[in-house]
């Protein structure tokens, strides 16, 4: 059974950092795509961070290029998501999403975290 437990959201004001962690069990990382989606209220759960399974190819949309950075780390099989200078229209659920290698190039993901809220304020 595949297991993802993200951690590290919290409130923090405009132009600070956050780090979220996603621990996984049931599934290597290494062997992994994995992505970082987000859900504002009142929106669709958006793609934001995506990393092919050996990390060779990353992918993020112009909302955060620049600011994010998805990497892990297989020896721990944790994801994170790095964020700087966050603004307030960062402010969403946050949620880790891992699958096959080819999930990379569809989008579609089957395992997912439970969320963890970020707001930021100005």
């Known amino acids: 059974q595949v297991s993802l437990a993200e951690s590290g959201g919290g409130m923090v004001q405009a132009g600070e950092s956050l780090r979220l962690s996603c621990a996984a069990s049931?599934?290597?990382?290494?062997?992994?795509?994995v992505a970082w989606f987000r859900q504002a209220p009142g929106q669709d759960r958006k793609l934001i961070a995506a990393?092919?399974?050996?990390?060779?190819?990353?992918y993020y949309p112009d909302s955060v290029k620049g600011r994010f950075t998805i990497s892990r780390d297989n020896a721990k099989n944790t994801m994170y998501l790095q964020m700087n200078n966050l603004k307030p229209e960062d402010t969403a659920v946050y949620y880790c999403a891992a699958d096959r290698p080819e999930a990379y190039y569809s989008f579609s993901y089957n395992f997912w975290g439970q969320g963890t809220q970020v707001t930021v304020s100005s």
């Open positions: 049931g599934r290597t990382l290494s062997t992994s795509a």
């Open positions: 990393s092919a399974w050996n990390g060779g190819s990353t």
